[in-house]
């Protein structure tokens, strides 16, 4: 029933900043846990960062310092600022909602981020 639609993926230089946002349907947002996934070629899909309806956040050590995740519950969307990116920082980036109780998640389509000279 949770719709997630992904912007703000791009192209950008080492050291460049990027900021994704996700947009959310449904009236439950404010109570939903959200995150930010990314999945690199080859790779498996990992957690970058993640935040409650309260504002807890929770952050893969590899982006900590780096990467800022946050919520408008007014309007229903979540964010994921990225400064001082790096090539290892290119991936497709996957927003999914999540809550006590479901066995899934839901997620959103990916947006590509890639960090390129």
């Known amino acids: 029933q949770v719709q997630l639609v992904e912007s703000g993926g791009g192209l950008v230089q080492p050291g460049g900043s990027l900021r994704l946002s996700c947009a959310a349907s449904?009236?439950?947002?404010?109570?939903?846990?959200m995150g930010w996934y990314r999945q690199a070629p080859g790779k498996q899909r990992e957690l970058v960062a993640t935040?409650?309806?309260?504002?807890?956040?929770n952050y893969a050590d590899s982006v900590k310092g780096r990467f800022t995740i946050s919520r408008d519950n007014t309007q229903k969307t979540v964010y994921l600022q990225m400064n001082g990116l790096k090539p290892e920082d290119t991936a497709v980036y996957y927003c999914r909602a999540d809550r006590a109780g479901w066995t899934n998640g839901y997620w959103g389509q990916g947006t590509q981020v890639t960090v390129s000279s």
């Open positions: 935040i409650t309806g309260g504002g807890t956040t």
């Open positions: 449904g009236s439950i947002f404010s109570i939903l846990t």
